[in-house]
């Protein structure tokens, strides 16, 4: 089976502010999207690269992505919200895919993404039935709370982590759960639905998802210390 990226790049990023979308904000001189797509485009991992773009998107036509080789191919079909989008891309795709080939879904507004990451998700997953995604241990101490802010109890970190992308999943398998979920915010929550059990494989905090104006100093911070 074959392994395909397709990346959601068709947000707006409402919480970042600014004109515009958080994907092509300048980052290290590059737009945000543009330093997770080449990790994707390079390795030898993956077969094809899709990104999921708005059909308003005004600003990817204005970059060179051929630097990124032949690998990456846009579509503009994103929808009204994530998974929309991911399900766009995926019946956009269908024609140039077998039920069994695995797609990695990957946030456009997570930049940091590190060879590595890549390579021990693909390497973790490959025989697990389900599939499986990136996550990482919680590190903070969870309150429940009700309307009022008030503290209903701690919730017991131990078992708790926080969900990454890539998210790699078997297409028919993905697309047959996102078809009958729909509101969810990952592609795990949709299997999840579906009753079965997503592998989480232990990545780590510098694979931030860009969301608010501090995420970009942050990112822009972990890539430069990496390109030493
Ligand atoms: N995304 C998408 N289509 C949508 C909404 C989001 O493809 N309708 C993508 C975003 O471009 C991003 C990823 O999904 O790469 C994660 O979503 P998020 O961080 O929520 O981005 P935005 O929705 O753009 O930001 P916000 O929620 O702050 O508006
Ligand atoms: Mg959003």
């Not at 879904?105 to 990451?117: F, I």
Request: include cysteine.
């Amino acid at each position: 089976p074959k392994r395909f990226a397709l990346v959601p790049a068709a947000g707006i990023g409402s919480r970042m502010g600014g004109e515009r979308p958080k994907q092509y904000l300048t980052l290290l001189g590059r737009p945000l999207i543009q330093h997770s797509l080449s990790v994707l485009c390079a390795t030898p991992l993956i077969d094809k690269v899709f990104v999921v773009l708005s059909v308003a998107d005004r600003e990817w036509g204005r970059y060179d992505w051929s630097t990124l080789g032949p690998k990456l191919t846009p579509l503009f079909c994103g929808g009204a919200s994530r998974a929309d989008s991911v399900l766009g891309g995926l019946r956009a795709i269908s024609n140039q895919t077998e039920q069994s080939d695995w797609v990695l879904v990957h946030d456009a507004a997570r930049p940091c993404l590190a060879p590595w990451h890549v390579e021990k998700l693909v390497r973790e997953v490959a025989n697990e039935e389900v599939g499986g995604l990136l996550a990482v241990p919680v590190a903070d101490t969870l309150k429940l709370a009700d309307v009022q802010q008030h503290v209903i109890r701690t919730v017991p970190r131990d078992s708790l982590w926080q969900a990454q992308t890539p998210q790699m999943f078997r297409y028919v398998m993905l697309r047959r759960a996102l078809e009958a979920a729909r509101e969810v915010t990952d592609e795990a929550s949709a299997i999840e639905a579906a009753g079965l059990h997503p592998r989480l494989v232990q990545g780590d905090a510098t694979n931030l998802k860009v969301t608010y104006p501090l995420d970009l100093h942050l990112a822009e911070w972990i890539l430069r210390n990496r390109e030493e």
